[in-house]
């Protein structure tokens, strides 16, 4: 019997690797569309004086983030899609294996965790690590499967 805990897990690892393959999947096929994608950041308000004062609204980070895509190359767009894609559906094979109460499932999710942070550097570099595709968030999840480990056979 699966606990209420092992299947909210579930549930959100299937709503990430989702939403994941689809991202992926849309930049692998448009990465001309993605590396255009324009910058959305912080908006000057004319009032400069009262910005200065305010080192949050004063200091402003043009790298990367979820705002800016990186890189703005359409080649390593698609690069860092691939790994993206990969490590979805990596751990949705994990994920779908321990929903199933599956110890193997844990194993392959960990491996998938694992190329969703080694494969970025490879294809794109350390700058990648801004804009991992929730890899940190899947790290601890992987703990909290851990946890599950004694209900799974």
């Known amino acids: 019997m699966r606990s209420q805990f092992l299947t909210i897990l579930c549930v959100l690892s299937f709503l990430s690797c989702g939403w ?3 991202e992926s999947g849309i930049a692998l096929f448009n990465p ?3 590396a255009q994608t ?3 950041g912080h908006k000057d308000t004319g009032t400069g ?3 200065r004062r305010d080192p949050k ?4 980070d043009n790298s990367a983030n979820s705002d800016n895509p990186t890189p703005a190359d359409p080649y390593l767009v698609q690069q860092q899609s691939r790994a993206q894609f990969a490590y ?3 751990t949705l094979i994990g994920v779908v294996l ?3 109460l599956r110890k193997l499932g844990f194993y392959i999710y960990v491996a998938g965790v694992l190329l969703g942070i080694v494969m970025p550097i490879y294809f794109v570099g350390f700058s ?3 804009t991992s595709f929730g890899v940190f968030g899947s790290v601890l999840f992987a703990v909290m499967y851990g946890f599950c480990l004694p209900e799974m056979k």
């Open 57 to 60: 609204n004063f200091y402003q």
């Open 88 to 90: 979805s559906l990596v």
């Open 128 to 130: 990648s690590l801004i």
């Open 98 to 100: 321990m929903f199933r």
């Open 49 to 51: 004086e009262e910005d």
């Open 38 to 40: 324009p910058y959305t």
């Open 32 to 34: 001309n569309q993605v």
């Open 20 to 22: 994941g393959l689809a």
